[in-house]
Each structure stands twice: as C-alpha cells, then as structure tokens.
C-alpha cells in the first residue's frame, strides 16, 4: 500500500529540503501556486488532484496534504479509496513555524505580515500588490491606501526555514518595508511539521479522515481559526 503527498509550490523548497533526507518520499504531486487569495478555487484544485491520484496511482492507502487550513481550502476534501491526513494548522504559516501556538506567541508581541522567498516568488503578496497599486495610482496614493490597510501592522517578518538565502530576500523588500513603516524581522522557522508529515509520524497534531469521509473544520480543533 502506497502513502502519496500533495504539496503546495509555495513551500516547495521547505518540502525538497526534507525529501532529500528522506528519499524515499518520492511520490510528492504538486499544487500551482497563487491560489492562497481564492480558497475556493484552491479547495476545487486540491479536490481535483485527489481525485486523479485515486483514479490513476494503485493501492493507495494514505494522501497526505501538505497544507494548512488556509481559508476552508481543506474543508469538506474527501478521497473515496484512501485516508486524508492533513496538519492541523491554520495555514502554511503556522506550518512553517511549529504550529498555531507558536504563531499565536509571535501574533501576541508583534502583527506582522509573513513571508518567504517562496511566497515572493509566488504568491500574490505585498510586495506584488504594492508594485502593481503604484503602477496604477503612483506612488503617493499608493502609499496611502497601503498605510491605511496595514495601519495595524508593525512588521515584515520573515521566516527562517534555512532553506534560502534570507539576507537577499530581505533586501528585495527593503524599500517597501522602508515606505510603509515596517521593520524587517526574522523569525525561527522549523521543517518539523513537514518531517513528521512526511515520515509518517502522524501523532495527534495531524487530523486523520477515513476514506469516504470529508474533512470537517470542527475536527481539526484549530488555536485559534481565522483570528490571526
């Protein structure tokens, strides 16, 4: 019997990291990224990827989604053949830092926005969206909608995963952080969420759903869901 995973390009380079200790998780099938700000359509994606693993990769017993919560994408998943199993995190954030509690912690002492090189490199972030707001509206207006939208924000914080090079990613951002007011941090990431997702050590930190049965937002028993 076969465990497969389904991964997010957004955190593909913390994914790779792990594999390459763990050769034998090979079977990784990937999501595009830039679906984050479009639950819905990330949720029809993710549906959509365990509907073809079902029908085309034999005696699969496990699907393991390499993902949070990330706004309902993963509520009401279902996989006729072979058990979810599926972090019990409110998104990849939390994933990337050691789970809720941890980014409750940080939430208490600073809000901030988060990112990674490969949410720049993805995603549509801040730093897309300013640089398309001023396209648009110049950079004075620019600079006034954004103060007003991230008025409680003090910080960008950047998650240290260790697996790309953060000082020349802080500096693409440096000037935005500049314009908007916001520090540039660094905050300790840990690949042992995507470790233990990844070798099997499915304890009580990950939700575990029959085959036939859908993921349900009440079973994953989140810190503190869609308050960060």
């Known amino acids: 019997m076969q465990t497969v ?3 997010c390009r957004t955190i593909e ?18 999501i595009e990224s830039g679906l984050h700000n479009y639950p819905l359509k990330l949720k029809d994606r993710i549906q959509e990827e365990i509907d073809k693993i079902t029908e085309t990769v034999s005696n699969v017993e496990n699907i393991v989604l390499l993902f949070g919560y990330c ?3 993963i509520d009401g998943l279902c996989s006729p053949k072979a058990q979810l199993v599926v972090p019990k995190v409110e998104d990849c954030i939390s994933l990337l ?4 509690q941890s980014r409750l912690d940080l939430s208490s002492k600073t809000h901030a926005y988060y990112l990674t090189e490969g949410w720049l490199r993805y995603e549509n972030n801040i730093y897309y969206e300013y640089d398309q707001c001023i396209k648009k509206y110049g950079p004075v207006k620019a600079k006034r909608i954004f103060n007003v939208m991230l008025k409680n924000y003090s910080a960008l914080n950047f998650i240290d995963t260790g697996t790309y090079d953060i000082k020349k990613t802080m500096d693409i951002t440096a000037d935005l952080a500049q314009s908007l007011n ?5 905050v300790p990431g840990t690949l042992c969420l995507i470790a233990k997702a990844l070798n099997g050590e499915w304890d009580e930190g990950f939700l575990k759903v029959p085959a036939g049965v859908a993921v349900k937002l009440n079973n994953f028993e989140l810190k503190c869901p869609n308050q960060f």
């Open 5 to 7: 995973f389904i991964g």
């Open 13 to 30: 380079d913390e994914i790779n990291a792990v594999v390459r200790v763990l050769p034998t998780c090979s079977s990784i099938f990937w």
């Open 97 to 100: 830092i050691g789970g809720d």
């Open 182 to 186: 916001l520090e540039q941090k660094t």
């Open 71 to 73: 706004g309902n994408c």
